[in-house]
């Protein structure tokens, strides 16, 4: 029985022992949080791409892509009167916030779905490249392995007679992988069996070995070049997407800015058809009232009226061509479709024409300059170029030199007792020969094709520049002769619908030309608007295609006044 309680503890021991070493692993498995792992990742992303951002120019110093800021408007001034050119809709705006451009700029850069899925894109790129960079560090790897085992057996002459034999054993190993510069890989491998630091007494001991392997390409995949080309080629593609992300920038300011005045613009449509509905309803009054006293044709009258009706659906359609830019504006800067907004009105009056004084030539050569695009397709030649020689390279055998060497341990010990006198090592070469070739065969053809591409595609950029900047700089300069005209025209039409209510209010008047000179006022009107909104658009848009216009942290821009220095 003695014997019996003897063995059983030891038992005991052995099995408390295994349960401490699984509950060991448990907890180191558990040790990092993924929080710990997200907070990791967003550090090593955003430090990479902080450390090449000064390469680029228009990026966002602070760069996160947390969409944690908070969207408040409670500062804005809010719609006190009815507009009554907006009809049934009048009374909704009342109490609704007026947001200023650069308001609604600022959202944009903080609130926009679109420009939030463009910093992720950004910040995948970055990730990405963090995981190509520690492929290229020293990489380690352990595994554990703990098992508990025993035995019971019913002796049947004694029932009570139990024999257990429970056993704890434990191994693991320690490995690190590194791939150097040259091509070598190397490996080194320890593995242990860790029974006898945990038992202790007279427990077996194990083996423990220690291993390393290195294994260097001597023609295919040597040399510098092809071990690095994942990494050059991953931190050519973050630089690709930080020039593509500081181009949507630009992209995305002007598209806001168009958006912002286009509704204002489509409001103040809605006002002028107002206006020119009440216009007619006047004229058409005046001329029953001459009708009634038989000074007047009833035909002249029935054409005011029917005038006026078109005039009436041109007025309704305009409201609701509004009130949709408006919902879709919000919707844009990432805000619910009902939330309680108009835009401020004052901004479309303080709109004036600011002419950039360039030259299309020199036009052409600044964005030859400037525009990051044709940066990124040119190294994207160089690419499709170096990639030829690795796909060259890919065409020769497989010889590799492969060193090994290894260390036991001791008989009846563990580490550290290796015995180093007993080092077993060996030399010699790895050849595959290029009897299959054909997928490398593939590859090398395509990569030549690809470096076609690569060169016409590099030709059709800086052709598609040079059209883009002739196209935005004969564009802005037709918005200016536009806006000029319209000026004209707006003077013109305002002393016919004069002169004709003049010779309305004596009797005199001819209810087509009032009509016509009532049309002509009210596309005068517009034309003049929109000619004054195109030519502020037209000179982002120039700005834009011609890679200068630089977007603050806030989304507002820098005033150009010299283009040619740019």
Not at 273 to 280: E, L, P, R, S, V
Request: glycine share 6%.
């Amino acid at each position: 029985m003695g014997m019996r309680n003897k063995t059983t503890m030891g038992h005991q021991a052995a099995l408390k022992a295994g349960v401490a070493v699984l509950a060991g692993v448990a907890l180191l498995l558990a040790g990092c949080s993924a929080k710990h792992y997200r907070e990791s990742a967003d550090k090593e992303a955003y430090a990479i791409i902080k450390s090449k951002s000064p390469a680029v120019t228009n990026l966002e110093s602070n760069f996160t892509i947390e969409t944690n800021a908070v969207i408040t408007m409670d500062d804005l001034p809010t719609v006190s009167q009815i507009d009554a050119f907006l009809g049934e809709y009048a009374t909704n705006d009342v109490g609704s916030r007026v947001l200023p451009l650069n308001r609604a700029l600022e959202i944009a850069v903080k609130n926009s779905r679109t420009y939030q899925t463009q910093k992720e894109t950004l910040y995948l790129e970055a990730l990405n490249l963090t995981l190509i960079r520690h492929k290229y560090t020293p990489i380690f790897s352990s595994g554990n392995a703990a098992k508990l085992s025993g035995q019971k057996e019913i002796v049947e002459q004694n029932i009570d007679q139990l024999t257990e034999s429970p056993k704890f054993s434990g191994s693991g190993n320690v490995g690190m992988d590194v791939l150097l510069r040259s091509g070598a890989r190397i490996a080194t491998d320890f593995s242990s069996d860790f029974t006898h630091f945990i038992l202790g007494g007279n427990q077996n001991a194990g083996q423990s070995r220690i291993a390393a392997t290195l294994t260097q390409p001597l023609l295919r995949n040597a040399g510098y070049k092809a071990t690095m080309e994942n990494l050059t080629q991953g931190e050519r593609n973050l630089l690709y997407a930080l020039r593509d992300f500081s181009q949507f920038r630009r992209r995305h300011i002007v598209d806001i800015t168009s958006a912002y005045f286009r509704v204002l613009a489509n409001r103040e449509t809605a006002r002028i058809n107002y206006d020119g509905f009440q216009a007619y309803k006047k004229n058409a009054a005046r001329q029953r009232a001459f009708v009634d006293v038989d000074q007047r044709k009833k035909s002249d009258l029935l054409r005011l009226e029917q005038e006026q009706i078109s005039q009436l659906n041109r007025w309704v359609n305009s409201v609701r061509s509004y009130k949709q830019s408006m919902d879709s504006f919000k919707i844009q800067l990432g805000l619910p479709a009902d939330a309680r907004l108009v835009l401020d009105d004052a901004e479309l009056k303080r709109l004036t024409i600011i002419h950039p004084k360039v030259s299309i030539e020199d036009a052409t050569r600044v964005a030859l300059i400037n525009r990051l695009d044709l940066y990124t397709q040119r190294d994207k030649y160089e690419d499709a170029a170096r990639k030829i020689d690795l796909a060259k390279q890919g065409l020769k055998a497989d010889l590799d030199l492969v060193l090994q060497a290894s260390a036991d341990s001791k008989p009846g010990t563990g580490f550290p007792e290796l015995d180093f006198t007993k080092v077993q090592w060996s030399s010699g070469f790895n050849l595959n020969l290029p009897l299959d070739r054909k997928s490398e065969r593939n590859t090398y053809r395509q990569s030549l094709i690809t470096y076609q591409r690569a060169l016409r595609d590099l030709e059709l950029k800086a052709d598609s520049i040079k059209l883009e900047v002739s196209d935005s700089w004969r564009q802005l300069d037709q918005y200016q002769q536009n806006y000029r005209n319209s000026e004209i025209g707006l003077e013109i039409s305002r002393q016919r619908v004069y002169e004709q209510d003049m010779l309305a209010e004596i009797g005199r008047g001819n209810s087509e030309e009032q009509v016509n000179a009532q049309q002509n006022n009210i596309a005068a009107l517009s034309a003049r608007n929109d000619a004054l909104v195109s030519h502020t658009i037209g000179r982002l848009t120039l700005w834009r295609d011609l890679g200068i216009l630089n977007i603050k942290e806030n989304g507002q821009w820098e005033e150009i006044t010299d283009v040619v220095k740019q």
